[in-house]
Antibody, heavy 120, light 106 residues
Framework: QITLRESGPTLVQPTQTLTLTCSFS??????????VGWIRQSPGKALEWIAL???????QYSPSLKSRLTFSKDTSQSQVVLTMTNVDPLDTGTYYC????????????WGPGTLVTVSS | DIQMTQSPSTLSASVGDRVTITCRAS??????LAWYQQKPGKAPRLLIY???TVERGVPSRFRGSGSGTEFTLTITSLQPDDFVTYYC????????FGQGTKVDIK
């Protein structure tokens, strides 16, 4: 059974760094073709892809956010961590992690999401 | 960046209706198009990938078609559980979602 779950702070102050963790089970990130991505959704708005980490440790970032993002995995291969620097109230939203398997490259399993509010 | 434009933004329909949602890409994406369903407060659910392949476990009333820049999602007979929001997504170059189509009860 494949599951993912996001964790992190619910409230972050502007200009601070946001750190989100995605813990997953039922698959191994080290398996060829397996990737984990982050997608966010501002309240009442559409979905926005922000980052992806591949099985070979290659990372891809949304061009609009690239300078503020770092995506890494832990040695156990069952957690990934996304950091976003210099957050702004516009970064408020629900952050989802999800799995995609190449070549399909569509997000077939998602976590329930975690709501992050950026406010002073 | 590839932009995805969905229409309509809102669609009013009744149980049993056949409805179609359109998604247009700003440039050709071949068949690298997926459709998701999102219920309020929940994560999206993958319905269709490669423009027309139905994900396992998804009811057969959901159908996708198209290629290049124009795609459609058709629900052949709306059920009460289908009155939620739908998103298209391209994965030809990075990943971009459309702005969503909310299907509500007429």
């Amino acid at each position: 059974q494949i599951t993912l779950r996001e964790s992190g702070p619910t409230l972050v102050q502007p200009t601070q760094t946001l750190t989100l963790t995605c813990s997953f089970s039922g698959f191994t990130l080290g398996t060829t073709g397996v990737t984990v991505g982050w997608i966010r959704q501002s309240p009442g708005k559409a979905l926005e892809w922000i980052a992806l980490l591949r099985w070979d440790d290659d990372k891809q970032y949304s061009p609009s956010l690239k300078s503020r993002l770092t995506f890494s995995k832990d040695t156990s291969q069952s957690q990934v961590v996304l950091t976003m620097t210099n957050v702004d109230p516009l970064d408020t939203g629900t952050y989802y992690c999800a799995r995609a398997v190449i070549p399909a490259s569509t997000f077939d399993f998602w976590g329930p999401g975690t709501l992050v509010t950026v406010s002073s | 960046d590839i932009q995805m434009t969905q229409s309509p933004s809102t669609l009013s329909a009744s149980v049993g209706d056949r409805v179609t949602i359109t998604c247009r890409a700003s440039q050709s994406i071949s068949n690298k198009l997926a459709w998701y369903q999102q219920k309020p407060g929940k994560a999206p659910r993958l319905l269709i990938y490669k423009a027309s392949t139905v994900e396992r476990g998804v009811p057969s009333r959901f159908r996708g078609s198209g290629s290049g820049t124009e795609f459609t999602l058709t629900i052949t007979s709306l059920q009460p559980d289908d009155f939620v929001t739908y998103y298209c997504q391209q994965y030809n170059s990075f990943w971009t979602f459309g702005q969503g189509t909310k299907v509500d009860i007429k």
